[in-house]
């Protein structure tokens, strides 16, 4: 391909927030041999040399490449629009043999074929850090402007980090292959195309970077642990009889089609069934717990069976089972309560202090996931944008300093009362959570907020009430859910100075009808 037809080289380094910013728009082509060491099925004995030919090695292969998952097909619904043809990019001579190494274990493993497509993304370069390894990743920013989105809900996070508060023994599963374990209508694989200066290929399971790739993935794990829907009959008689029969479902009469499996016409949807088998709780990337070990050794099997009817692989090297610690969603669970990872937190430890707008709110960006566990940020965070570097530096030092520190929170229980404890200062208002353990009231969940504009010029005694109104409506489903006593510590009598105060103003007559709720 001549010089002239190629688009210049992108090139990104690891680590920049750019990149960052880009992640979701990208897809990033994985490192076969870090990913599967033991299993590299272009290396597998197959065959005899001499009477077997390659083409029928290689219809061999193709079998044993882990099937998809069962139950669903990614589809992406762009419209009437035209398809977006982008050119290759250049790429630097000396990254070109690690670009062709990468393409070619992607076509023998059988993710990726040529295409013919009318789209084509173009691919960008990602230095590691080291210099001289590289990532490959798909920019399909262009392409998932055009792609409607979905309405499948994601839990919220904070609602997976519940539940726990019976826990003694964890277990935590790493689907393996991820969204390659989900199959994909012609559609998605012209859509998903992609030009280098090797050629142009196209997906043959689901990538990483496209919009709705994520909800589609939910969906395949949402079907496991509920089992609210079930096979059509002939996807359910390719299961073992003995997953049916544990599930207590019935063998389909139905005898399996032989087909392609990607072919989108004989794909049908699952469907409701009457004969649903539950867990007790939606687990999306599944990690249980147990309170007895046989209890957990239960719940493994239970779940390894409904893993099996969907044909979902779980890639053992990076699960954990028996364990009284495990990391999830980037927080360690344990039985006491849940904490922030510490390589992450430690990771801002080392940030060095930004006298600029950007580099403050990049800063705060960094603190977000973790604002959980630190109690006063509303309160120290504005002091950043202060005038006087000196007492910013020290309000940065001091975010660094709690950021990896960051407290124990106690998993909420069901038989102590809650005990809640408000604060306020002239521009912001914080509130702990809490239950007595040991004597010592500990943090459940703690909680802050900057006052707005008009919210700064209430008295204290206000702020206090607006305090404990907002705990009452962010924790609302964990508190009124639960049915236990709740406990109110103020500096001032909030409550009592409410009731006797004005009824011409309001918002007092406001904040009284919500708190006799």
């Known amino acids: 391909m001549e010089e002239l037809d190629l688009e210049p080289a992108v090139c990104l380094r690891e680590g920049p927030e750019l990149l960052a910013q880009l ?16 299993c590299d099925i272009a290396k597998t004995d197959v065959g005899v040399p001499g009477i077997t030919t390659p083409e029928m090695e290689d219809k061999m292969r193709k079998i044993l490449t882990p099937a998809p998952a069962r139950g669903v097909i990614c589809d992406l619904d762009v419209g009437d629009a035209m398809p977006i043809a982008l050119r290759a990019r250049q790429i630097a001579s000396g990254y070109l043999v690690k670009v062709y190494e990468q393409l070619k274990k992607l076509l023998e493993t059988g993710l990726i074929e040529r295409s013919e497509s009318e789209w084509s993304s173009a691919i960008v370069i990602i230095l590691k850090k080291n210099g001289e390894n590289i990532k490959m990743c798909v920019d399909y920013r262009l392409v998932n402007q055009l792609i409607k989105l979905s309405r499948h809900p994601l839990p919220p996070i904070n609602d997976l980090l519940n539940d726990f508060n019976t826990a003694a023994w964890f277990m935590s599963l790493d689907m393996a292959n991820g969204f390659w374990a989900i199959q994909t209508t012609e559609r998605v694989k012209l859509i998903s195309a992609f030009v280098c200066p090797f050629g142009h290929f196209q997906w043959l399971r689901m990538p990483f970077g496209l919009k709705n790739a994520p909800l589609a ?3 395949v794990i949402n079907n496991c642990p509920w089992g609210f829907l079930r096979l059509p009959p002939e996807e359910e008689a390719k299961v073992d009889r003995e997953v049916l029969e544990f599930l207590n479902l019935s063998a389909p009469d139905t005898e399996p089609t032989i087909g392609n499996p990607r072919d989108e016409g004989s794909f049908r949807l699952p469907e409701l069934t009457n004969e649903a088998t539950a867990f007790t709780r939606n687990i ?4 249980s717990w147990g309170p007895t070990w046989d209890q957990l050794c239960e719940g493994l099997n239970a779940l390894l069976f409904r893993l099996r009817y969907w ?9 954990g089972f028996g364990k009284q610690a495990i990391l999830y969603l980037f927080h360690e669970v344990c039985a006491e ?7 992450i937190a430690k990771s801002v430890q080392d940030l060095p202090f930004t006298s600029t707008l950007k580099g403050v709110q990049s800063f705060l960006g960094s603190l977000n996931y973790y604002t959980k566990f630190v109690e006063d940020l509303p309160v120290v965070a504005p ?3 202060e005038l006087d570097e000196a007492v910013a530096k020290d309000a940065f030092e001091t975010l660094k300093r709690k950021n990896t520190s960051t407290p124990l929170l106690r998993h909420p229980g069901c038989t102590k009362p809650f005990v809640i404890i408000s604060h306020a200062t002239p521009w912001a208002a914080c509130t702990v959570l809490g239950q007595e353990h040991g004597g010592i009231i500990q943090p459940v969940r703690v909680t802050g907020w900057v006052l707005n504009e008009s919210e700064p010029q209430h008295h204290i005694a206000e702020k206090e009430v607006l305090a404990i109104l907002q705990v009452l409506e962010q924790f609302r489903l964990l508190i009124y859910g ?3 006593r709740i406990v109110i510590v103020t500096w001032y009598s909030v409550l009592r100075w409410l009731l006797k105060s004005n009824p011409d103003v309001s918002r007092h007559l406001k904040w009284g009808l919500e708190l006799s709720q």
């Open 337 to 343: 309560g849940i904490r922030s990872t510490p390589k």
């Open 482 to 484: 639960s049915g236990i």
């Open 311 to 319: 044909n979902i692989s779980v890639g053992l090297l990076k699960s």
């Open 217 to 219: 993935y939910q969906g």
């Open 284 to 287: 999306p990337t599944p990690a």
């Open 383 to 385: 002091v950043l944008y």
């Open 23 to 38: 992640s979701d728009h990208l897809t990033m082509f994985p490192e076969l041999k870090e990913l599967i060491p033991e």
